[in-house]
């Protein structure tokens, strides 16, 4: 788990994750991702990160059979897909996926042609078409913080990257 210890100026220490990082001399560029609820409006604080400390809460989001728990929601995927196929809010216990349904759908809309094609004027809609050639769907990260389900699909010659990303809080 690449978490790294985060703490600001008082000494709270906050959940932390490396996202990315990178060799550059002498050593490494990493980008560490963390959430303060308390960040004054308009102003700055001050954080110290120590990337030698994994940090005090190092524990991974929750999931279990494609379900990543978070301290809001309830989200299941559908990892032949990529799909939300139920999103549950904890504090009303209410689903937002319809019965057989799915989120985070992607669509083709083809216009008609007829009149050209000029920058922001959609045409009338001839077509649409869901993406359907998933070519793979995987888990890229899953941290402390935010974890993070990427689909790659294809139509024609278009190639598709779609990273959806769920954050603890």
């Not at 690449?2 to 959940?15: C, E, L, Y």
């Not at 922001?120 to 890229?140: H, L």
Request: proline content about 4%; aromatic content about 10%.
């Amino acid at each position: 788990l690449a978490s790294v210890m985060v703490r600001d100026g008082s000494g709270k220490v906050f959940p932390a994750q490396i996202t990315s990082s990178k060799p550059t001399p002498p050593g490494f560029t990493s980008k560490v991702q963390f959430v303060d609820d308390e960040l004054p409006a308009g102003g700055y604080k001050t954080y110290y990160v120590d990337m030698t400390d994994k940090g005090a809460t190092a524990v991974a989001i929750p999931m279990n059979d494609h379900t990543f728990e978070t301290d809001f929601y309830k989200v299941k995927f559908d990892m032949s897909k990529g799909a939300i196929i139920s999103l549950i809010d904890k504090q009303t216990n209410s689903e937002y996926v319809r019965e057989g349904g799915e989120l985070n759908k992607l669509r083709i809309f083809m216009e008609d042609k007829k009149g050209g094609m000029k920058s922001w004027t959609i045409n009338k809609i001839m077509k649409e078409e869901d993406v359907s050639d998933i070519k793979s769907v995987r888990i890229i990260e899953r941290g402390p913080v935010r974890a993070c389900v990427e689909t790659v699909k294809t139509w024609g010659n278009s190639r598709f990257i779609e990273r959806t990303y769920i954050y603890k809080s």
